[in-house]
């Protein structure tokens, strides 16, 4: 099986992405490999609206028919937006992890953060040692 | 585990060849899954789906004395057991009435008894059985050699049958539930741990591998052990290990059924300490939950009732039903709603009788 990795997008070692949106916020899931771990996710807890977050905070709760998984806030910011859809469409995490199965958008705290993240290949190579 | 080798089952390479995601299971490595532990369980109740079981492990009782042990060792009574090929779900207790196992028996002759027993269990179950035979005039055999496939599902009967021969196809159709057949070298038994009609069927280590692909072949599709977790839940079926053990009673595991307490003569292990507590009453119960609100249920979450808290034992997602269930031990007068804690939130839940799910049907 071979895991898709976006080049464009930022990592984490605790296997969520992010979309730099370029206006000081930032759109993040998890990714491709995170769910193929995690399995069919029937459930997901969404940070509230609003809510603010440190790096690496628990943001919210991914569960999958298998077990719960905690969702880090990859950086510091403020939930400006959430996936509403996941409520009632959990799977979409499975389907579309870099799409349509996106968890939260922050307004970052400082934009600068954004460089402490990995690159796609670093990203690669990080899950290859695993 | 000492052993860190994994030991495989003779269909090691057919799992992998199906893509199956393979994770330790009590020292045996076994498919979790093929892809979708969700896709694999609604297979198994709308269609038809087959489980690698081989780790299970399969004990024949030859000899004499076989009926006269397995009514001391078992609470359920083998003498119930008067038509050939019929099978029993039955406790194995320790004195204390604990929960050594839970097992299958089938009688197969006067002086033939078939059972299968769980794989976690194994060794301690064995020297509790060789050590409680001693005095019997009996053989047990362990039987290493034999493999075991679980086909289960509305379609699987029919699926199966027709991969048999005409003798073969005839002497199975005519199984009735919780009957057994041996017919050359292979055993075939309407049983299973679902919640769906089916078949487990033990065999030769050396001929399972076909029969694995034979049914590939007719449609039945392999199933992993996150979805035989999830069906047998939904089927309200209790696990060893996780609803009960050494420290729980059927009484208070929701197995009561299962042991026979007449004739007062027939003094089976754990009898005493099981009349003792039937006497003083037991303190808890085990049921049912299905989650009202948002979440999902997990094994030692605490269940928060007005009578006390008790524990969830098993829980998950229902994939027939879309929403989290579980068995949860309470406190014996629990009315029929409860709270589970989820992450520092409580839930109401709904209390019931399990089964949740038969035969492809909600029982909510």
């Known amino acids: ?130 | 585990m000492s052993n860190t080798t994994p030991q495989h089952t003779p269909l090691y390479e057919q799992h992998l060849k199906a893509g199956g995601k393979m994770v330790d299971f009590a020292g045996w490595e076994m498919p979790i899954n093929y892809g979708s532990q969700v896709k694999e369980h609604n297979q198994v109740r709308t269609d038809a789906g087959m489980f690698d079981v081989s780790h299970m492990v399969v004990v024949d009782f030859t000899g004499q004395d076989c009926k006269a042990f397995l009514q001391r060792l078992l609470a359920n009574d083998v003498d119930k057991l008067k038509q050939q090929g019929k099978a029993l779900y039955s406790c194995m207790l320790n004195e204390d009435a604990g929960i050594i196992d839970d097992l299958i028996v089938y009688y197969l002759a006067d002086d033939f008894y078939r059972m299968v027993i769980n794989a976690a269990t194994r060794e301690n179950d064995l020297a509790w059985i060789n050590k409680q035979a001693a005095h019997f005039d009996l053989h047990i055999n362990e039987r290493d050699d034999l493999a075991m496939i679980a086909a289960q599902g509305p379609n699987a009967r029919e699926k199966l049958l027709a991969t048999l021969d005409d003798a073969s196809a005839t002497q199975v159709s005519a199984l009735k539930p919780f009957f057994g057949v041996q017919i050359d070298t292979i055993f075939y038994a309407r049983t299973g741990y679902t919640g769906e009609d089916g078949f487990e069927i033990v065999l030769p280590n050396e001929a399972v591998a076909a029969l694995w692909n034979t049914l590939l072949a007719a449609g039945i599709e392999p199933t992993g052990l996150g979805a035989r977790d999830t069906l047998r839940l939904e089927a309200g079926m209790s696990l060893y290990g996780t609803d009960m053990d050494t420290t729980t009673s059927p009484l208070v595991s929701a197995l009561k059924w299962t042991v026979v307490l007449e004739p007062k003569e027939r003094n089976f292990l754990g009898r005493s300490a099981l009349e003792a507590e039937i006497k003083a009453k037991p303190t808890t119960k085990m049921v049912g939950l299905v989650l009202e609100g948002k979440g999902i249920l997990r094994g030692h979450q605490i269940v928060v009732t007005k009578s006390g808290k008790g524990e969830i034992t098993s829980g998950s997602y229902s994939p027939t039903l879309g929403v989290a269930i579980a068995l949860a031990r309470v406190p014996v007068d629990t009315g029929d709603h409860c709270h589970v804690e989820i992450r520092n939130k409580q839930i109401v839940a709904r209390v019931l009788k399990p089964p949740f799910v038969r035969k492809g049907k909600s029982c909510l």
């Open chain 1, 1 to 130: 099986m071979s895991t898709n990795i976006p080049e464009e997008l930022l990592y984490t070692k605790s296997h969520e992405w992010v979309r730099d949106n370029k206006d000081g916020t930032a759109t993040i899931g998890i990714t491709d490999h995170a769910q193929e771990l995690l399995g069919d996710v029937v459930y997901v807890e969404l940070p509230e609206d609003g809510s603010v977050f440190g790096a690496e905070d628990p943001a919210g709760v991914i569960e999958s028919v298998k077990a719960a998984s905690d969702f880090y806030s990859p950086l510091g910011g403020e939930v400006i937006a959430v996936n509403e859809q996941l409520d009632d469409e959990p799977e979409l995490i499975n389907s579309e992890p870099y799409g349509d199965g996106w968890v939260v958008t922050l307004k970052l705290e400082n934009i600068d953060d954004l460089k402490e993240l990995m690159d796609a290949n670093t990203y690669i190579n990080e899950i290859a040692e695993s």
